[in-house]
C-alpha cells in the first residue's frame, strides 16, 4: 500500500501522531513501570529514514515541546534536539544507511550517545533500567519503522 | 518540496518554538492532562492540608517535644511544582513555578503535607529550585523518636541516618524529625525502616521509610514569612 507520490503532509500526520502516541506510551509506561523508555528518540530515528528535513525539524520541535517541562531549555533537551538531526544528516551525507536493520543500530547508537553525553553516571548506576528501556525502545522503533514502511519509502 | 510546502514548515516551526520557549507550561498542562492530573487540584491548599491530619495524628505521640517546645503552626502556601527533567526524573532537585515574585528567598524550607522534603537553594523572579533530602549532599542533624535520638541525616537515592548511638533503642516505626536550624525543630521526615550496626561497628544506622515518591510531588508548601 505503499504511496508513490511524494505525499509530505501525509507523512507529517502520520510522524505526528505516532510522535503523541509515543510521548502518551512513555508516561503509561513510566506509571507502570517507574522507569521511562525512550519512545520518543525511536520515533525521531525512525522518521528521519522517510520525512525530508523541514518536515522532520517540525516533527523534532513538537517532541521537544512535549518533554520540555521546566521553564528553561536543559542540555538535555538540547541533547535531544540535536542527536536525531545528527543522525540524519550522516544519513544523507556520509553514509547512507537503510532499511530495518540499520534503523534498530542507529536508535541504539542515538540512545547510548543521548545517555553517554547527559547522564553517564546516571545510566551506569541503573545499568539493568537503561537495558531494559533500551531494549523495549528498540522493539518500539523496530515496530514504528515497520508502520512508516507499509504507508511510504524510504528517503534516500 | 515545493516553496509553499517549505513555507508552511517553517510556520509550523516558528510556532513550535514560540511554544517551547515562550509556554512551555501548555507542554506541561498537556502532559498532566494525559496523566489525567489537573493543575488545579495541585494548587488547592486546603486539599493538602487535609491530607495531614493522618500524619498529625502520628506526630503527636511525641509528647516530649510537644511539652518542651511551644508548637510551630505557621501559615502555609502552596507552590506547584515542575515535572523533574526527561528523561531524568531527579529526586535531588525540584523546580518550583514561584520565585522572588511570589516571596520565595533562598533557605526556606519546603514541606509536603507538612514533612520536611527540602530547602529552596537558587531563587529567581519566578522560580525556583529545592534541593531535597535526596540529594546526595544532603547533611543534617536529626532527632528519633519520643527520646529524641540524636542522628545525622545523609542523603542520597536512599537517605540514611547515620552517627546514631550504639547504645540507643531505635525501632522500626520510629519518627524521623529535623533538627537543624533554619528548619522548625520537630518537623517531620519519615519513619525509621530498620537500623543495624555501622561498618566501623562504632554506631548504628537507620534507613528511613517515607510516605510519599519525591517524583510525583506536584505542590508543595512554603510556610508565610
Known amino acids: 500500500m505503499r504511496s508513490t507520490r511524494n505525499n509530505v503532509f501525509g507523512k507529517l500526520a502520520l510522524v505526528i501522531g505516532i510522535a503523541f502516541l509515543a510521548f502518551f506510551l512513555t508516561l503509561r509506561y513510566e506509571t507502570l513501570f517507574g522507569t521511562r523508555?525512550?519512545?520518543?528518540?525511536?520515533?525521531?530515528?525512525?522518521?528521519?529514514?522517510?520525512?525530508?528535513?523541514?518536515?522532520?525539524?517540525?516533527?523534532?520541535?513538537?517532541?521537544?515541546?512535549?518533554?520540555?517541562?521546566?521553564?528553561?531549555?536543559?542540555?538535555e533537551i538540547i541533547v535531544f534536539g540535536v542527536l536525531p538531526p545528527v543522525i540524519f544528516f550522516f544519513r544523507k551525507i556520509i553514509?547512507?544507511?537503510?532499511?530495518?536493520?540499520?534503523?534498530l543500530v542507529a536508535t541504539f547508537l542515538c540512545i547510548v550517545l543521548f545517555y553517554g553525553i547527559t547522564g553517564f553516571g546516571i545510566a551506569l548506576e541503573n545499568v539493568s533500567?537503561?537495558?531494559?528501556?533500551?531494549?523495549?525502545?528498540?522493539?518500539?522503533?523496530?515496530?514504528?519503522?515497520?508502520?512508516?514502511?507499509?504507508?511510504?519509502?524510504?528517503i534516500r | 518540496m515545493t516553496r509553499r510546502g517549505n513555507v508552511i514548515f517553517i510556520v509550523f516551526s516558528c510556532i513550535l518554538l514560540f511554544l517551547i520557549f515562550w509556554q512551555p507550561k501548555a507542554g506541561w498542562s498537556f502532559r498532566e492532562f494525559l496523566l489525567g492530573n489537573t493543575i488545579q487540584r495541585s494548587r488547592n491548599p486546603n486539599g493538602i492540608l487535609l491530607e495531614n491530619d493522618a500524619l498529625r495524628a502520628e506526630?503527636?505521640?511525641?509528647?516530649?517535644?510537644?511539652?518542651?517546645?511551644?508548637?510551630?503552626?505557621?501559615?502555609?502556601?502552596?507552590?506547584?511544582v515542575y515535572v523533574g527533567r526527561y528523561p531524568f526524573n531527579l529526586r535531588s532537585e525540584l523546580t518550583l513555578a514561584a520565585g522572588r515574585n511570589e516571596g520565595l528567598r533562598a533557605n526556606q524550607p519546603v514541606f509536603l503535607n507538612k514533612v520536611f522534603i527540602g530547602l529552596i537553594k537558587d531563587v529567581f523572579e519566578d522560580k525556583a529550585t529545592v534541593k531535597t533530602i535526596f540529594d546526595a549532599s544532603w547533611k543534617s542533624a536529626v532527632r528519633i523518636g519520643?527520646?529524641?535520638i540524636e542522628g545525622l541525616l545523609v542523603g542520597g537515592n536512599q537517605p540514611t541516618v547515620t552517627l546514631i548511638d550504639k547504645q540507643a533503642d531505635v525501632k522500626e516505626g520510629d519518627i524521623v524529625y529535623a533538627a537543624f536550624p533554619g528548619t522548625p525543630y520537630?518537623?517531620?521526615?519519615?519513619?525509621?525502616?530498620?537500623?543495624?550496626?555501622?561498618?566501623?561497628?562504632?554506631?548504628?544506622?537507620?534507613?528511613?521509610?517515607?510516605?510519599?515518591?519525591?517524583?510525583?510531588?506536584?505542590?508543595?508548601?512554603?510556610p508565610k514569612p
Open chain 1, 129 to 154: 533500567s537503561f537495558f531494559g528501556n533500551t531494549a523495549v525502545s528498540l522493539m518500539f522503533g523496530a515496530l514504528i519503522f515497520r508502520l512508516f514502511g507499509y504507508f511510504y519509502e524510504e
Open chain 1, 37 to 75: 523508555p525512550d519512545f520518543l528518540l525511536a520515533t525521531l530515528v525512525a522518521a528521519s529514514f522517510f520525512l525530508t528535513f523541514p518536515a522532520f525539524v517540525v516533527v523534532v520541535l513538537f517532541e521537544i515541546f512535549l518533554i520540555n517541562w521546566v521553564p528553561v531549555l536543559t542540555p
Open chain 2, 59 to 80: 506526630l503527636a505521640k511525641l509528647q516530649d517535644i510537644k511539652n518542651k517546645i511551644e508548637v510551630w503552626s505557621p501559615e502555609y502556601f502552596a507552590v506547584p
Open chain 2, 186 to 222: 520537630g518537623a517531620a521526615i519519615g519513619e525509621i525502616k530498620s537500623a543495624r550496626l555501622s561498618q566501623n561497628q562504632l554506631f548504628q544506622e537507620a534507613e528511613i521509610d517515607f510516605s510519599y515518591q519525591i517524583n510525583e510531588v506536584r505542590a508543595v508548601l512554603i
Open chain 2, 146 to 148: 519520643a527520646s529524641g
Open chain 1, 95 to 103: 553514509f547512507p544507511f537503510d532499511g530495518w536493520m540499520w534503523n
